[in-house]
């Protein structure tokens, strides 16, 4: 059964902490997105990667980093130097390659930092 | 840069139709999408439409698209209770992410 997993479904950090938040897929897709999620503000884009051990910076990147050292996985490390980190993250991926280049997306960690 | 616009809103009584409008920027894109997040889940691809299309019809869901004025817009027929969600615009702009709207929210009142 083909898709994308984030784990955990729910995070609770101190303040101060570093956190990593999980991202596979067995979808074969080459590119990866991690995305912030607030009431009001739609989707904003942190991260993208679209080839293994390559990435690029979104929107909103401070505060954050990411490596891409497999193409299954994209793991997310939100810094202490993110100022308001409590948020919903998705993770998504796709096949840039594909007649549509739909994203397909996780089931999201919501992330509370204490 | 692209920017796609929606309204954050909109109420409807169960039954009735509802439609989610949404304005794009990148007359390039060559897919538009719906998508769909129930709360605290992902987003679920709804339909796409082609760019060369006008419209696109799926069951209950109409897609209709006005390239000129780069204006998308979703049709839902009899709108149920379980179409309650937040209803996400998206254009394609080429060999880089897709480009979000803000999301509207569909409420149905029983």
């Known amino acids: 059964d083909g898709g994308i997993t984030q784990s955990p479904k729910y995070l609770f950090r101190k303040e101060g902490q570093n956190v990593t938040l999980s991202c596979e897929q067995n979808?074969?897709?080459?590119?990866m997105y991690w995305y912030r999620q607030d009431p009001g503000q739609g989707l904003r884009l942190i991260y993208y990667?679209?080839?293994?051990?390559?990435?690029q910076k979104g929107d909103i990147a401070e505060g954050y980093s990411v490596s891409r050292e497999k193409k299954e996985s994209f793991p997310l490390t939100v810094t202490s130097a993110q100022k308001n980190p409590t948020a919903f993250y998705l993770c998504?991926?796709?096949?840039?390659?594909?007649?549509?280049?739909?994203?397909?997306f996780g089931p999201g960690t919501r992330l509370t930092v204490l | 840069g692209e920017d796609v616009e929606q309204s954050l809103f909109l109420s409807v009584r169960e039954g009735d139709s509802s439609v989610i409008n949404c304005t794009y920027t990148?007359?390039?894109?060559?897919?538009l999408y719906w998508y769909k997040q129930e709360p605290g889940a992902g987003l679920q691809l709804l339909t796409y439409?082609?760019?060369?299309?006008d419209m696109k019809q799926d069951q209950r869901l109409t897609v209709l698209l006005n390239k000129k004025d780069k204006h998308l817009s979703l049709r839902i027929a009899d709108t149920q209770t379980g179409d309650s969600a937040i209803y996400f615009c998206?254009?394609?702009?080429?060999?880089?992410?897709?480009?979000f709207g803000k999301g509207t929210r569909l409420s149905v009142i029983a």
């Open positions: 998504a991926s796709s096949n840039p390659g594909s007649s549509y280049n739909e994203q397909f």
């Open positions: 990148d007359s390039s894109s060559t897919y």
């Open positions: 990667s679209q080839i293994v051990n390559d990435f």
């Open positions: 439409i082609f760019s060369n299309m």
């Open positions: 998206a254009e394609n702009p080429g060999n880089t992410p897709l480009v």
């Open positions: 979808l074969n897709h080459d590119a």
